[in-house]
């Protein structure tokens, strides 16, 4: 029922306990989310059907997905609005790190 949430609240509290790094939690946020949205894409591309229940069952299209899914109302628009800081810092770092790869 609550599989997806669960597994995903538990990745990122490991990446905090083991890492302690603002920056660290916002790289596993931004890695578990492309993980799921490459997920989706096989699901939706490859045409075997075993795959595509596989993934249909066990995996969420992304993170906005798992917050759609179990919010609703002023939650929501603030859990979605903090997905978009989230990436937006993501961002932030990914575009330091190549002006800094450049040089």
């Known amino acids: 029922m609550y599989v997806d949430l669960i597994v995903v609240v538990i990745l990122l509290l490991i990446v905090i306990f083991c890492f302690r790094r603002f920056s660290s939690f916002v790289y596993a946020y931004a890695i578990?989310?492309?993980?799921?949205?490459?997920?989706?894409?096989?699901?939706?591309?490859?045409?075997?059907?075993?795959?595509?229940?596989?993934?249909?069952?066990?995996?969420?299209?992304?993170?906005?997905?798992?917050?759609?899914?179990?919010?609703?109302?002023?939650?929501?628009?603030?859990?979605?609005?903090?997905?978009a800081i989230m990436y937006a810092i993501f961002l932030t770092y990914i575009v330091r790190i190549f002006i800094h790869k450049k040089k």
Not at 46 to 73: C, D, H, M, R, W
């Open 32 to 83: 578990i989310d492309i993980f799921l949205r490459l997920l989706h894409f096989i699901e939706v591309n490859v045409k075997v059907p075993e795959l595509q229940n596989l993934i249909n069952k066990y995996f969420p299209n992304s993170i906005e997905a798992i917050i759609t899914g179990y919010t609703g109302g002023i939650i929501e628009t603030i859990l979605l609005w903090g997905n």
